[in-house]
């Protein structure tokens, strides 16, 4: 029998990524965090003045993770209750993150990611720490990356977009296409409907 899956990321859809980022950059740089506005775009460096380039990026970013990021990021509003709502319809959740990004972090990354899980009742059936979503299989997606909604996309997968002001709009064509054309959510209500709609789909065929 053919099971309905549910490849969930997390940054940005599940855990609030950015505001906890913010504070944590603010805190390295010296900044007030009402300088570090809400992205417009995919690129950190581009958003926020104080991070000078892509490897400035990942050092703070290793820096965060090192410190508890991973533990410590707020989880998005009403997703615990959504999510449990799909699990009791038999969606098979599969989280889907790309966390393993920085060297000699890969224990905190996963211990930290798992403790955050289960403190914050998410559910989940299995879990696969992976860089290129589209090579996996699953019957829809949520992500709110605009160049994992292009590889999905192009791919042939179902994906849903959660709304973000960095994936509203692109100047890349392609990317713009795609993500104004693909199902997007701005909530965990609205996503627990959309994938309820798909599943009672998959279940009448």
Not at 49 to 55: K, L, T
Not at 82 to 98: F, K, N, P, Q
Not at 137 to 166: K, Q, W
Request: hydrophobic share 45%; proline share 4%; glycine share 4%.
């Amino acid at each position: 029998m053919s099971v309905f899956t549910l490849g969930l990321d997390l940054d940005g859809v599940t855990a609030d990524y950015v505001q906890e980022f913010r504070l944590r950059v603010a805190r390295y740089t010296s900044c007030d965090p009402a300088d570090l506005p809400a992205p417009t775009t995919w690129s950190f460096v581009e958003a926020w003045g104080p991070i000078r380039d892509n490897d400035h990026y990942l050092e703070l970013h290793r820096d965060a993770v090192r410190d508890g990021l991973f533990r410590s990021m707020a989880p998005m509003s009403g997703v615990s209750r959504a999510l449990w709502d799909l699990s009791d319809a038999d969606v098979h959740i599969r989280v889907v993150t790309h966390r393993l990004i920085g060297n000699n972090l890969h224990k905190e990354a996963a211990a930290d990611t798992l403790a955050w899980l289960d403190r914050h009742e998410i559910p989940f059936r299995d879990i696969l720490f992976l860089g290129v979503k589209s090579d996996l299989e699953a019957s829809v997606f949520i992500d709110d990356a605009p160049h994992n909604v292009v590889a999905l996309t192009l791919a042939g997968r179902d994906v849903i977009v959660f709304d973000a002001p960095y994936n509203r709009t692109s100047t890349d064509p392609q990317t713009h296409e795609i993500l104004a054309a693909t199902t997007r959510v701005h909530n965990w209500d609205e996503a627990r409907e959309v994938v309820l709609e798909r599943k009672r789909a998959f279940d009448a065929n």
